[in-house]
């Protein structure tokens, strides 16, 4: 059986436990070495073979996982949620062409250690209720309806992946497209992982702050970094719901 996994943002143990077992009792395990944290493999039992994707084609890697035994457990294990820039669609069908099973194990994705790294909220009352998750068009373009400045016209807030390396393009382009100059911004690198590291700043400024920064990173944009926003009326003593009657 062949199992798709989510690796989790980094940090070892943000794996989720389906993840970790399976890993415990694969035979095969192909991961995507530039991603993922190779300290997970010490979920895998002595004699596993491991192999990094890095270099690896689409071909080679279906070609392994079409050669494991029907009865073993293969692993695919991709970094945070692999339904978010995995490119896995391209897999999963090669697989159903030649007849075999496998299943996806969701992960945590780097989107959500993010906001944990800044204790944040994306979804405050009163300042934004839609995240919008995209990227900056480079050597893989992207719809013209999906631009960076067509986004950026929601005024939502955004988590931009594989962007960190054309920051100045980005935040130019968030700018033309609406985003006030300053707007806070923030960009984290390596989110969960023991070299992770926060900067933080405006649209105006963040490019400067962060120029060291070039992959690894998400690009957060949006009032839910500032100081502003209105309480939920979940806990308002005035607001009634199925589970509470509103004090008079």
């Given at each position: 059986m062949i199992y798709f996994i989510g690796a989790g943002p980094g940090a070892e143990d943000l794996i989720t436990v389906r993840g970790a077992r399976l890993l415990a009792q694969a035979e095969l395990v192909i991961y995507a070495g530039s991603l993922v944290n190779p300290a997970l493999l010490s979920y895998c039992r002595e004699g596993t073979r491991c192999l990094n994707s890095a270099s690896m084609t689409l071909e080679q890697v279906i070609g392994e996982l079409a050669a494991c035994p029907q009865k073993a457990i293969a692993v695919r294990l991709h970094t945070g949620d692999p339904s978010i820039y995995g490119a896995i669609r391209e897999q999963m069908d090669a697989l159903d062409r030649l007849g075999l099973r496998y299943e996806v194990v969701p992960g945590v994705s780097s989107l959500f250690a993010a906001a944990a790294a800044l204790k944040a909220e994306y979804t405050l009352p009163g300042v934004s209720q839609s995240v919008i998750i995209s990227r900056m068009a480079g050597r893989t373009p992207v719809p013209q309806r999906e631009s960076i400045r067509t986004l950026a016209q929601h005024g939502s807030t955004m988590?931009?992946?594989?962007?960190?390396?054309?920051?100045?393009?980005?935040?130019?382009?968030?700018?033309?497209?609406?985003?006030?100059?300053?707007?806070?911004?923030?960009?984290?690198?390596?989110?969960?992982?023991?070299?992770?590291?926060?900067?933080?700043?405006?649209?105006?400024?963040?490019?400067?702050?962060?120029?060291?920064?070039?992959?690894?990173?998400?690009?957060?944009?949006?009032?839910?970094?500032?100081?502003?926003?209105?309480?939920?009326r979940l806990y308002d003593p005035s607001f009634s719901h199925s589970c509470r009657e509103a004090e008079t």
């Open positions: 988590a931009l992946f594989l962007s960190a390396g054309m920051l100045s393009e980005l935040c130019a382009e968030l700018m033309a497209g609406g985003y006030a100059p300053n707007t806070p911004a923030a960009v984290v690198f390596k989110a969960s992982w023991p070299e992770q590291e926060i900067v933080r700043g405006t649209l105006a400024t963040i490019a400067g702050r962060a120029s060291h920064i070039r992959k690894t990173a998400l690009v957060l944009i949006g009032g839910f970094l500032g100081d502003a926003y209105e309480h939920s």
